[in-house]
């Protein structure tokens, strides 16, 4: 199935309901209002189904059918790139490799004073840990004008008599599907070529990432 034809099918099951529960919906009802044929319909649904952008269960005189997480970053993903064509956000690019970082961003991402900054300022609670990625040459020149940017603003502070320093944040797309954010940290280890990434989900199993893998962060500024 092309991709504008999983769009049209997920944006009607969407309209019906089925992102934040299982809808119960017979093959003729979805066949109707797409204006095809069952036959069409049915296979569209087995389709999504084994791609796992939807589940569905069979019932009596029809069936229960939920968007699952990939199907709705699916649609957040066609909703990210309407925006970034449409020109409503401006967007820098990066990309860079996955590699195993030194395991502190679990301890600062989890604390409270930051955590509470993250949810208020860029909407979700994230993931106890950061995902690292090395910064290919090119988009080592472009993180340089983050750092001349106001981005948002975590605060740092002190807690038991020890410091926690100031960040800068901005909200991104990883790989054009997941909601997150990325960091620019006043204290840290790495060097310019590292970019720090926080999401509502551990990345490396949402994306399927492992050491040395690509990946492409749209930074929105």
Do not use: W
Request: proline share 3%; glycine share 10%; net charge positive.
């Amino acid at each position: 199935m092309k991709k504008h034809e999983k769009l049209v099918l997920l944006l009607q099951l969407a309209d019906l309901g089925a992102l934040r529960k299982e809808i119960r919906i017979s093959t003729r009802q979805i066949a109707e209002k797409m204006g095809i044929s069952r036959q069409s319909a049915h296979r569209k649904l087995m389709e999504l189904e084994r791609e796992k952008l939807i589940t569905r269960e069979l019932i009596t005189k029809g069936q229960l059918i939920k968007i699952t997480s990939k199907g709705e970053d699916f649609l957040r993903s066609i909703y990210h790139e309407l925006e970034i064509l449409l020109g409503e956000v401006g967007v820098i690019t990066l990309e860079g490799r996955v590699f195993t970082g030194l395991g502190e961003g679990a301890y600062y991402v989890s604390h409270p004073k930051y955590e509470k900054q993250f949810i208020e300022k860029l909407g979700f609670k994230p993931y106890p840990g950061t995902l690292n990625i090395r910064l290919v040459s090119e988009s080592v020149k472009k993180r340089r004008k983050l750092e001349l940017l106001p981005g948002i603003p975590i605060e740092g502070f002190t807690n038991e008599g020890r410091s926690y320093g100031n960040a800068k944040s901005f909200k991104a797309i990883i790989n054009g599907a997941v909601k997150g954010g990325v960091l620019l940290i006043e204290r840290t280890h790495y060097g310019p070529d590292v970019l720090e990434i926080i999401a509502p989900y551990y990345l490396r199993d949402r994306l399927n990432l492992k050491d040395g893998d690509l990946v492409r962060v749209d930074v929105v500024v």
